[in-house]
């Protein structure tokens, strides 16, 4: 890596980038002492001591595996109140009325929850109730429902691997497979592509491959503003001569450039990020991805040696990608063959690389194809096994890669093992009881299969799911809802059909025994108690399930669901996946491992049958939209998940109600920057402000959640059944659609 500063890459000579459109991360470090001056000890035990619950990215206090000096973002310093803010008021919930017209964000900050709470059809709000009561009730419902009945789900933010195993091992002592978790409306259709191609569901490289390698692609994917710690190792990576590309609907600007606030010669001038932009249209990233495999065919650009010897396929996919006309490619890419051509160019030179992709790929009908088409790529030049070269679903939550491997999900058991009779019977085996052998369903199945009961540990279906008022309306018609959160959230206020009980849980930092994490780079890192002040009578979610199926089942079964601690939770998971096992010997902060190793498929060999890699043709999508219409995609801002944290973008400068639309489309249709405009389709209508932004033309951008109001809640990927957060399309008028009220609707915090 170059030594000393490289003005060649500087942004501007402005000290800090003052006056700049740009994320202030100084300022977060302030707003970050002053939200958290009234437990600031505490605050900075879980800073130095903890594993950030944030992106997983994956630190140990304030350190990670990578990189030396200190690594810390923005995202984890918002998120720092979530667990040192004190209890709410709970007479705020006697009559819940007033808080519906509040945001999300003056949710969270009215205060964790500190009881177990109850309301019941008919009544004004909630009142306090004991765990015993509390237990009891939902137990005595669960054991008047039948097991397809019954749903459960967690979200990912915080969780940690030892609260998916318990959670989904006593999910399926109840007898059923219907658990889920956040992880599928992410990265799904990455798991299902590369355990098919590769025999492996997990980034197949390590955050150094990055640094130094020839070439690092980003497609759909934008870390600067969804993994913000991420740009500290792409400024390392610059700095030792790799190339960084985008391959994007819209030219990020915080992409272009960034201000790592760690180092002082990024924190001053700032570092260019991104070499080239390759501006595709919504859906259009395989058609692109084939046009470059074609180019790298027609000149001779393949890896022959890797194709012959560690892959198989190879020949069905060329003829497919030689059949397409050029004409279709571009068109259905939206980029010119010349443009391909210059991509394949940049991989033709690059002996490593490494590619990474995240939701703009994954959340499409088609998302498994795509995620494909980026594995073919890579497999023809041999971008697998090697140092500097890999393939990387980057992941955006702390919880997201362990919440697949424990298993919580309708169609894996721990593992990843696939759901049927032989599986089964050999997981009832080790667990000493029957195990369900069919898969169950995912969350957006649940809402549509006539639950009695659904338990959310964590979550807000109103904004994480298409279709909010369709999301409230089968909520309401849920028996009993069980909502299991640190604070409240809107999917609580939801009128109950017969009853819904708020349970208050711990953090990751509360959890007796502590508890671990794995990160985007397969690394498992243990995550400390860290000593402070406790909230009433939270309890880790592990606990409490056991405690449910003590209530419900025989004491023999009971039995063989009760861990003493979380360490007796890390033993069994050393046993029951065996790519978790190390994880037993984790016991103090910076003890970790990274399960297969610096590299998956080392030196070009696979987990499959036969140690091959494949190849698989992709059919390209069309996508059509009607003639007049937008293509619509969401985006996300100032936001972690759907928390949003600022009114405004700070890398852009957009507004919570924003559309973002080329300036060759605002002068078509006569549009001004700042006008009021209304996005309409089949699925609902959206009040927004209309601003220029390069994406590309005929598309718009809208934040998200903000935006699910027009998306259709039927449209999934095919196998992972991943919701289409990017792949719908919409009218625009200058005028409330007829028969339609303008909202005028607020930002969702």
């Not at 740009?231 to 985008?246: D, F, I, N, P, W």
């Not at 078509?668 to 402000?689: E, V």
Request: neutral net charge; contains cysteine.
């Amino acid at each position: 890596m170059k030594k000393g500063w490289s003005p060649e890459t500087w942004v501007s000579l402005r000290p800090f980038g003052l006056g700049l459109q740009k994320p202030n991360n100084f300022l977060e470090v302030f707003r970050a002492l002053a939200e958290n001056a009234d437990n600031l000890e505490y605050a900075w035990r879980i800073l130095q001591e903890g594993v950030c619950d944030g992106c997983a990215l994956g630190t140990s206090g304030l350190r990670d595996w990578t990189i030396k000096g200190v690594h810390l973002c923005n995202i984890r310093l918002r998120l720092l109140r979530l667990n040192t803010m004190g209890p709410l008021d709970t007479q705020q919930l006697a009559d819940v009325e007033h808080l519906r017209s509040k945001s999300s964000a003056e949710l969270r900050a009215l205060g964790r929850l500190p009881y177990p709470m109850r309301r019941r059809k008919g009544e004004a709000g909630f009142t306090r109730i004991s765990w015993d009561e509390a237990l009891d009730r939902i137990a005595w419902k669960l054991c008047k429902t039948p097991p397809h009945r019954m749903g459960f789900y967690l979200t990912s933010r915080g969780t940690p691997n030892e609260t998916y195993y318990v959670v989904q091992k006593a999910v399926r002592a109840l007898g059923s497979n219907n658990i889920d978790n956040a992880a599928r409306i992410c990265h799904s259709p990455s798991t299902v592509a590369l355990k098919e191609s590769l025999g492996v569901a997990a980034t197949t490289c390590s955050y150094r491959d990055l640094i130094g390698t020839d070439l690092v692609v980003f497609l759909g994917s934008n870390p600067a503003v969804n993994q913000p710690v991420m740009m500290k190792y792409l400024y390392y990576a610059k700095k030792a001569g790799t190339q960084v590309v985008c391959v994007n609907p819209y030219l990020e600007p915080a992409m272009q450039h960034y201000w790592i606030p760690s180092d002082p010669e990024s924190a001053l001038f700032g570092t260019r990020i991104t070499d080239r932009f390759f501006r595709v249209q919504p859906g259009g990233d395989s058609a692109f991805l084939a046009g470059t495999l074609r180019h790298l065919i027609e000149q001779d650009w393949l890896h022959h040696s890797f194709i012959a010897e560690h892959t198989r396929g190879f020949e069905a996919v060329k003829a497919q990608v030689m059949a397409t006309p050029w004409e279709e490619l571009e068109q259905l890419s939206g980029a010119s063959r010349a443009e391909m051509l210059e991509f394949a160019l940049l991989l033709a030179r690059a002996e490593k690389a490494v590619l990474v992709w995240s939701m703009g790929i994954t959340q499409h009908t088609t998302g498994e194809d795509t995620v494909q088409s980026i594995i073919n790529l890579g497999l023809a030049r041999g971008y697998l096994g090697r140092e500097g070269a890999g393939l990387m679903p980057i992941r955006g939550h702390s919880g997201v890669q362990g919440g697949a491997e424990m298993g919580a999900y309708a169609s894996v058991f721990p593992g990843g093992v696939p759901i049927n009779p032989e599986t089964a019977a050999a997981l009832a085996q080790q667990w000493g009881f029957a195990v369900p052998s069919q898969p169950g369903l995912t969350v957006t199945e649940m809402l549509e299969g006539n639950l009695e009961v659904l338990w959310s540990l964590g979550g807000n279906f109103l904004e994480t799911l298409p279709s909010p008022a369709q999301a409230e309306a089968r909520l309401a018609q849920v028996p009993l809802r069980v909502h299991q959160d640190i604070v409240l959230s809107s999917q609580m206020l939801v009128e109950p059909a017969e009853e819904v009980i708020l349970l208050p849980a711990q953090t990751r930092y509360e959890i007796s025994g502590g508890c671990t994490q794995t990160s985007t780079e397969r690394r498992v890192i243990y995550s400390p108690e860290i000593p402070g002040p406790r909230i009433g009578e939270a309890r880790w979610e592990g606990q409490v399930f056991q405690e449910i199926v003590a209530r419900m089942c025989k004491p023999e079964l009971a039995e063989k669901v009760r861990f003493a601690d979380t360490a007796a939770v890390r033993a069994e998971i050393a046993r029951v996946v065996p790519l978790y096992d190390g994880i037993q010997h984790l016991r103090q902060k910076g003890d970790a491992f990274q399960y297969g190793g610096p590299r998956l498929c080392a030196d070009g060999v696979c987990p499959t049958p036969d140690g091959r890699a494949r190849f698989r043709p992709v059919k390209l999508p069309a996508n059509p939209v009607p003639e007049g219409a937008f293509r619509l995609v969401t985006r996300r801002g100032k936001q972690f998940n759907s928390m949003v944290h600022e009114p405004t973008d700070p890398t852009n400068g957009a507004p919570r109600d924003a559309v973002l639309m080329n300036p060759v489309d605002l002068e078509k249709r006569g549009l001004k920057s700042g006008q009021r405009i209304w996005l309409h389709n089949a699925f609902g209508t959206l009040s927004a402000t209309v601003f220029p932004a390069d994406v590309y033309p005929g598309s718009v951008q809208v934040h998200w959640p903000e935006g699910n109001v027009l998306l259709d809640p039927d449209l999934r990927s095919r196998q992972a059944k991943i919701p289409a957060y990017k792949e719908a399309y919409v009218f625009i008028q200058t005028q409330p659609p007829p028969g339609r009220q303008d909202p005028h609707p607020d930002a969702a915090d």
